[in-house]
């Protein structure tokens, strides 16, 4: 069983604070609170930075927190986003909160705001903004949290897990703020890793060397960001889900990339490479196509194939 870590880390300052929540990745999640313990007290004025899906459930607590006026009195919104679908500036506008599009004029933080709550807002924090939150220094931990994660759990499925806990916990943060900061820790230097940028060409299943375990992990990683990209007959495939399969009685002529349909289960199989396995097609989508079942894709497209010619290439590649 896996564990991800949320860590709210507190950076000091003369008057203000910057606390900056930061989107998970996958194998490794942290929420940072960067942090100070000013001379003024509760209620604070929060200037929230933020755009995505992620973001909205910290500031949906923070709105609700400002509705009691007991430990926020303000909340004020700094986005990049459209405002359409589910994102910040969608949900400022339904919730009539003030919001300013980045970047944001110094003149309206300058001593109007007791704290800056940054969440997943993609942008890189200039300079002349951190000096509206005086004395900026390296901090520590003042408040953290784990989970377990389940064999099975996507990353869509953690990150909104993962959102709503970090939200939980900046408000436990408020609460508690001059006692988080007199026990906060330093950070340790054990189980860091460095977590490259994640490309869209990691989608592409290459059948000869991808075992069923490594397909279907990528799958869980990459759910909600891409789906896996495979090749039929010169056509690209999207597969929209995908679950470890165990065949009964499978063929050991069959070579990577080959489809398989179980009749009794009904369900549509690929081999895999490398250490082998399988993986059932529950959910994809053809270009011109409705997204459909394996069993549809089977009964569509795969049934009137010959044998021969029932398997996923593994040459696509992204031009």
């Given at each position: 069983m896996n564990c991800n870590l949320l860590k709210l880390s507190g950076f000091k300052f003369h008057k203000s604070l910057l606390i900056v929540l930061g989107k998970p990745s996958f194998s490794h999640s942290a929420v940072s609170l960067k942090n100070k313990c000013g001379s003024k007290?509760?209620?604070?004025?929060?200037?929230?930075?933020?755009?995505?899906?992620?973001?909205?459930?910290s500031l949906q607590m923070l709105t609700s927190k400002m509705r009691t006026q007991t430990i926020i009195s303000k909340v004020d919104v700094v986005t990049t986003s459209t405002g359409s679908g589910?994102?910040?500036?969608?949900?400022?506008?339904?919730?009539?909160?003030?919001?300013?599009?980045?970047?944001?004029?110094?003149?309206?933080?300058?001593?109007?705001?007791?704290?800056?709550?940054?969440?997943?807002?993609?942008?890189?924090?200039?300079?002349?903004?951190?000096?509206?939150?005086?004395?900026?220094?390296?901090?520590?931990?003042?408040?953290?949290?784990?989970?377990?994660?389940?064999?099975?759990?996507?990353?869509?499925?953690?990150?909104?897990?993962?959102?709503?806990?970090?939200?939980?916990?900046?408000?436990?943060?408020?609460?508690?703020?001059?006692?988080s900061l007199r026990y906060a820790v330093p950070q340790s230097e054990e189980g860091i890793t460095y977590a490259p940028k994640v490309d869209k060409s990691l989608s592409i299943i290459d059948w000869n060397v991808t075992d069923s375990n490594s397909v279907y992990n990528k799958y869980r990683a990459l759910c909600g960001l891409w789906p896996l990209i495979t090749t039929w007959h010169g056509?690209?495939?999207?597969?929209?889900?995908?679950?470890?399969?165990?065949?009964?009685?499978?063929?050991?002529?069959?070579?990577?990339?080959?489809?398989?349909?179980?009749?009794?289960?009904?369900?549509?199989?690929?081999?895999?490479?490398?250490?082998?396995?399988y993986v059932s097609i529950e959910k994809l989508k053809i270009p011109g196509h409705k997204t459909m079942s394996g069993k549809d894709f089977f009964?569509?497209?795969?049934?009137?194939?010959?044998?021969?010619?029932?398997?996923?290439?593994?040459?696509?590649k992204f031009t």
């Open positions: 007290g509760p209620p604070w004025r929060v200037m929230f930075f933020g755009n995505d899906d992620f973001s909205v459930k589910i994102n910040v500036k969608s949900f400022a506008k339904e919730e009539k909160l003030d919001i300013y599009d980045w970047p944001v004029n110094t003149t309206l933080l300058d001593g109007k705001y007791d704290i800056g709550v940054v969440v997943s807002f993609g942008r890189l924090i200039p300079e002349k903004i951190i000096r509206c939150f005086p004395q900026f220094d390296v901090g520590e931990i003042v408040r953290q949290h784990s989970c377990s994660v389940d064999k099975d759990e996507t990353a869509d499925e953690l990150k909104k897990k993962l959102s709503d806990m970090g939200g939980r916990l900046l408000i436990d943060s408020f609460k508690e703020l001059t006692r056509t690209s495939v999207k597969l929209l889900k995908v679950c470890n399969y165990q065949m009964s009685n499978a063929e050991t002529q069959l070579q990577p990339g080959d489809l398989v349909y179980d009749k009794q289960r009904q369900k549509l199989s690929v081999k895999c490479g490398g250490k082998g396995g009964n569509g497209f795969v049934y009137m194939k010959p044998n021969s010619e029932r398997k996923f290439d593994s040459t696509q």
